[in-house]
């Protein structure tokens, strides 16, 4: 059981937009910045989004992310079949003081 | 570029020891900027952090797994390690290394491709 809940699978069309959310407490995305990571089988995995918002350079601004209060949302525009893959959300946990991750997101592009 | 290598057994049997060590190349862990961690994903499951290390050999672990967890870091030879003890089917996963920032503040942008960890006899 993830300390982090994210909704087990999204589906959308080519080109249209999707959101994924992650759910925490207080203890977690309520006081702690928020990274988002995109795993395809096969590669190493990806840093899309980190410090709720930011994306690391060579990531297109198509990925966005958002956070308030205790969750958080990541935002994908333009879905190309190449985005099919499944994301995670992380951040700390204060009172674990330990890092925590949400269960996992499969996006599929129908 | 950055890159970081897992390697270890694919297969431990249950009640052993699993043990598994990144290489880091392209860049020193012999630095005070970062944290080397492991975290983990079994099959069908989420991510889960294992535990990291600093350059100056203090480490970190997740509190369920901190009586079975030893990381230990090697400068001399860009390295750090991972040990796992009493495992069971449970601890059957894919392992990541990764270069870790503080509470993660700017996210875990260098991964290693990870290596699966069989538990099974």
């Known amino acids: 059981q993830s300390i982090l809940t994210q909704p087990p699978s999204v589906s959308a069309a080519p080109g249209q937009k999707v959101s994924i959310s992650c759910s925490g407490s207080s203890s977690n995305i309520g006081s702690s910045l928020v990274s988002w990571y995109q795993f395809v089988p096969g590669t190493a995995p990806k840093l899309l989004i980190y410090a709720n918002n930011e994306r690391p350079s060579g990531i297109p601004d198509r990925f966005s992310g958002s956070k308030s209060g205790t969750s958080a949302t990541l935002g994908i525009t333009g879905l190309q079949t190449g985005d099919e893959a499944d994301y995670f959300c992380g951040t700390h946990d204060r009172s674990l003081n330990a890092e925590v991750f949400g269960g996992g997101t499969k996006l599929t592009v129908l | 570029q950055l890159q970081l290598r897992e390697s270890g057994p694919g297969l431990v049997k249950p009640s052993e020891t699993l043990s598994l060590t990144c290489t880091v190349s392209g860049g020193s862990i012999n630095t005070n900027e970062f944290y080397w961690g492991w975290i983990r994903r079994p099959p069908g499951g989420g991510l889960e952090w294992i535990g990291s290390v600093y350059f100056t050999g203090g480490t970190y672990s997740h509190p369920s797994l901190k009586s079975r967890v030893s990381i230990s870091i090697d400068t001399s030879e860009n390295q750090f390690s991972l040990t796992l003890t009493s495992v069971t089917a449970a601890d059957t996963a894919v392992y990541y290394c990764?270069?870790?920032?503080?509470?993660?503040?700017?996210?875990?942008?260098?991964w290693g491709q990870g290596t699966l960890v069989t538990v099974s006899s």
């Open positions: 990764a270069r870790e920032t503080a509470m993660m503040i700017s996210g875990i942008k260098y």
